[in-house]
C-alpha cells in the first residue's frame, strides 16, 4: 500500500506565496512521474505541473513563471512553489504519483488534497 500526504496549503493574499509539500511513503519501489493537479469548484480537475523521476518538469501555461515543482527522490517527496498567486489559484490541490511497488506492478496514487485560498 502507497500512501500520498499533501502539506502546505492555507489562506493566502493575492501576490502571496505558498509551499506544498507531498511525502510518498508505503511498499515503494521506485516512483516516476510525480504531478500536482487542482480543482476549483464547479470546474474540472486539471494538472498544474508534473516533474519526471529525472527532473524534467512540465507546468500549466497558467502558471508558468509563478509556480516551480521539484521533487527529492531520496524521500520519495514532491514540491510545488507557488508564487504570485492570484484568486483564480483557488482550489484543492492534490499530487499524485505513478508507483512501481514491485517489478511487475505499477499504478497511480492520489494524496487526499489540500485546500490553497487566495484572497484578493
Known amino acids: 500500500q502507497v500512501r500520498l500526504v499533501e502539506s502546505g496549503g492555507g489562506l493566502v493574499q493575492a501576490g502571496g506565496s505558498l509551499r506544498l509539500s507531498c511525502a510518498a511513503s508505503?511498499?515503494?519501489?521506485?516512483?516516476?512521474?510525480m504531478g500536482w493537479y487542482r480543482q476549483a469548484p464547479g470546474k474540472q480537475r486539471e494538472l498544474v505541473a508534473s516533474?519526471?523521476?529525472?527532473?524534467?518538469?512540465n507546468h500549466a501555461d497558467s502558471v508558468k513563471g509563478r509556480f516551480s515543482i521539484s521533487r527529492d527522490n531520496a524521500k520519495n517527496t514532491v514540491h510545488l512553489q507557488m508564487n504570485s498567486l492570484k484568486p483564480e489559484d483557488t482550489a484543492v490541490y492534490s499530487c499524485?504519483?505513478?508507483?512501481?511497488?514491485?517489478?511487475?506492478?505499477?499504478?497511480?496514487?492520489w494524496g487526499q488534497g489540500t485546500q490553497v485560498t487566495v484572497s484578493s
Open positions: 499524485n504519483a505513478e508507483v512501481r511497488t514491485t517489478p511487475w506492478a505499477s499504478n497511480t496514487y
Open positions: 508505503g511498499r515503494i519501489m521506485s516512483i516516476n512521474r
Open positions: 516533474i519526471t523521476s529525472s527532473g524534467i518538469t
